[in-house]
């Protein structure tokens, strides 16, 4: 099955709508937090990125340290990366799947773990924020235009 079908497949079982961008990207909101799925079609795979927001502004150096060993041999990341998007410096959470080996259920499973990664790297990443008092947390605006799917209750 092709990415693109997989997708659509997995779209119509939780219930989201499957209007990819030019680039084959579908977006969509698991539990609060924003995940792309992508169809990568240069590598016959399906990619998932998940928003981890901005870098704190001090003891970056302790947090850098943490994400690379929990990169190695991926064992903190749960098959996932861990990375700093150099288009907008933000950091994001990143994992492909072989087209061949996935279908509509495989990636609900995967993209079920890849929440769940996600979700335990922003408050790692929210808690390196939280230590320092001096600088106020963003409010989150819900408003963002993002279909919730309504899955993974956690």
């Known amino acids: ?36 799925v992508t169809d990568v079609r240069e590598i016959d795979s399906i990619g998932l990125v998940g928003d981890l927001g901005e870098p704190p502004p001090e003891r970056l150096e302790n947090l850098y340290k943490m994400m690379l060993e929990a990169n190695h041999l991926l064992g903190g990341t749960g098959g996932a990366t861990l990375s700093l998007n150099p288009d907008n410096g933000r950091f994001a959470l990143c994992q492909f799947f072989q087209c ?6 495989v990636l609900y499973s995967e993209i079920e773990r890849f929440v769940c990664t996600l979700e335990t790297w922003t ?13 106020p947390k963003a409010k989150e605006d819900a408003s963002d235009g993002l279909p919730d799917s309504g899955f993974i209750s956690v």
């Open 123 to 135: 408050k790692v990443i929210g808690d390196f924020r939280d230590v320092l008092p001096s600088i």
């Open 1 to 36: 099955m092709e990415a693109s079908e997989t997708i659509k497949a997995f779209c119509g079982k939780v219930g989201i709508p499957y209007e990819p961008d030019k680039y084959g990207t579908c977006t969509f909101k698991a539990d609060g937090l924003c995940i792309a």
């Open 100 to 105: 061949r080996t996935t279908d509509a259920d």
